[in-house]
């Protein structure tokens, strides 16, 4: 009987108040079932590691243990490193940065047993409305970000970890969310193939693991109107016939939007197979999902010989990773390397960096404090760790202190389910009537930015601006460390 439930990879959370425990239940479940692998969302390093090793140990086959690292274990894992995002790095034309944020991020990965990793972001910076790509892309040229692709995938995979090219065949003109809604892509197939898929085509030459499909429609490369994810025309005959792909092809997660439009889970989950996924990420329901591919496999809606070749794929795949093992683990330096890594890119997009001199009146403006998981807390923390006096005002900044220098930070990134691109009316408003209102008073003021350098724009009444490209703890703390060189 053929194993259904190997093509399907679930999702861990981790609870900051539980740790794994409260996801136990589902995952024993899924490995009594005997699923291909998993996908984990946050946790502590020494957690990880604890988990990682019981999965191996209870599975009856080798597992694929993945994880979104675009920006660096520490974006997923308390105690790894974190680095800024790939725009960030490319931004700084050093190519040697992009191999050893690579090689950093697989080597803190293995040594916590995790050997897959979605990334990096083979899309293109094409659309500057676009809510979902943007500073995750390396670029919007195709030869900087083909060459960028090529060389992250041999540094991450020469570290034993799986690299993974996304969004395929490119997310980077859409206009919309595909976390909660279908975009849909209206450029020629000229202009896919010639410009949108110059990434893939690297990323397939340097031989990537993996490529994790678009939930977006391209009618110019599929009339029907179906997202790649569900789309024989793009996964078969493009993907595999035409650019020769023989590696592992992943859907994005079934719990978006743009895949479910008009069926539920199971009926994507069959559909992205029929397609030509090999395996299928973050199903919510398994034993729906596998009592309908059953079904799909009886009423021979695919066949059999397809699903074993992704059997064997993910086979081939999860046996040539690396096992955990403290071999080549990241050094001091690595380590010290990824913190001025984060520093380097910080930079002015606006005016100059005022010298400060006593104490600092800071006023935080968060413009998706609803869709954030980060605190706002570690730039502040950082600050005053380093000797500055930080005093935190609201809006009136009252009550006044003479001459005291005013630090402005927003908060704005591209997150999932934000649905819009750049700062909301009140956000613009807020920053403006701070920056003017301490200017009248002969207060040096800056502004940092917590997001994409370009939208620094639409901050017109605002003279100095320093852009920090988004506002995870990495950014927050690389930012403090480069004030405090910079103005302190």
């Given at each position: 009987m053929i194993a259904y439930a190997q093509l399907l990879i679930p999702t861990i959370w981790w609870d900051e108040k539980t740790g794994f425990a409260g996801a136990k239940p589902r995952t024993d479940a899924a490995l009594a079932l005997g699923v291909g692998g998993f996908i984990l969302r946050g946790g502590e390093r020494e957690a990880v590691r604890a988990l990682t090793k019981e999965l191996r140990q209870r599975s009856r086959i080798p597992l694929l243990i993945a994880a979104d690292m675009e920006r660096g274990a520490g974006e997923q894992f308390l105690g790894a490193?974190?680095?800024?995002?790939?725009?960030?790095?490319?931004?700084?034309?050093?190519?040697?940065?992009?191999?050893?944020?690579?090689?950093?991020?697989?080597?803190?990965?293995?040594?916590?047993?995790?050997?897959?990793?979605?990334?990096?972001?083979?899309?293109?910076?094409?659309?500057?409305?676009?809510?979902?790509?943007?500073?995750?892309?390396?670029?919007?040229?195709?030869?900087?970000?083909?060459?960028?692709?090529?060389?992250?995938i041999a540094a991450c995979q020469s570290e034993g970890v799986l690299a993974c090219a996304k969004h395929f065949p490119g997310h980077g003109r859409t206009e919309a969310d595909s976390h909660c809604t279908l975009p849909v892509v209206r450029a020629s197939s000229e202009a896919l193939t010639d410009i949108d898929l110059a990434p893939f085509r690297a990323a397939i030459a340097t031989g990537v693991a993996s490529l994790m499909t678009a939930h977006v429609a391209y009618p110019a490369l599929d009339s029907t109107g179906q997202p790649a994810t569900l789309s024989r025309e793009i996964l078969h005959w493009l993907l595999r016939q035409r650019l020769k792909f023989d590696g592992l092809v992943i859907s994005d997660a079934m719990t978006m939007a743009g895949v479910r439009e008009g069926r539920d889970?199971?009926?994507?989950?069959?559909?992205?197979?029929r397609a030509g996924c090999d395996l299928v990420l973050d199903p919510v329901d398994l034993p729906s999902a596998i009592a309908a591919l059953e079904t799909a496999a009886k009423d021979r809606r695919f066949?059999?010989?397809?699903?074993?070749?992704?059997?064997?794929?993910?086979?081939?795949?999860?046996?040539?990773?690396?096992?955990?093992?403290?071999?080549?683990?990241?050094?001091?330096?690595?380590?010290?390397?990824?913190?001025?890594?984060?520093?380097?890119?910080?930079?002015?997009?606006?005016?100059?960096?005022?010298?400060?001199?006593g104490p600092l009146d800071l006023l935080v403006i968060d413009d998706d404090h609803a869709e954030s998981r980060s605190t706002r807390d570690y730039f502040a923390a950082s600050l005053r760790s380093a000797g500055a006096q930080v005093r935190s005002v609201d809006d009136d900044m009252a009550p006044p202190l003479g001459a005291n220098a005013l630090l402005v930070t927003v908060f704005g990134d591209l997150?999932?389910?934000?649905?819009?691109?750049?700062?909301?009316?009140?956000?613009?408003?807020?920053?403006?009537?701070?920056?003017?209102?301490?200017?009248a008073k002969g207060r040096p003021t800056l502004v940092i930015q917590f997001g994409p350098p370009r939208w620094a724009s639409a901050l017109t009444d605002t003279p100095n601006i320093v852009s920090a490209w988004c506002g995870d703890r990495t950014m927050q703390t690389a930012a403090a460390r480069w004030l405090k060189r910079a103005a302190l």
């Open positions: 490193t974190g680095l800024p995002p790939l725009g960030a790095i490319a931004s700084l034309g050093d190519i040697d940065a992009i191999r050893r944020a690579a090689r950093l991020t697989a080597r803190e990965a293995r040594t916590m047993g995790v050997n897959w990793d979605f990334a990096p972001v083979c899309d293109l910076d094409l659309e500057t409305n676009n809510p979902i790509v943007g500073t995750r892309a390396f670029s919007a040229d195709p030869v900087r970000a083909s060459e960028c692709a090529a060389e992250w889970e199971a009926a994507a989950v069959v559909e992205a197979i066949d059999d010989e397809k699903v074993h070749q992704s059997l064997r794929r993910r086979l081939k795949w999860a046996q040539w990773a690396s096992p955990p093992n403290e071999y080549r683990r990241p050094s001091a330096t690595d380590l010290q390397w990824g913190d001025k890594l984060a520093e380097r890119v910080v930079h002015v997009v606006r005016g100059s960096t005022p010298r400060f001199t997150t999932a389910g934000r649905g819009r691109v750049g700062y909301a009316p009140e956000t613009l408003a807020r920053v403006a009537a701070a920056c003017t209102k301490a200017t």
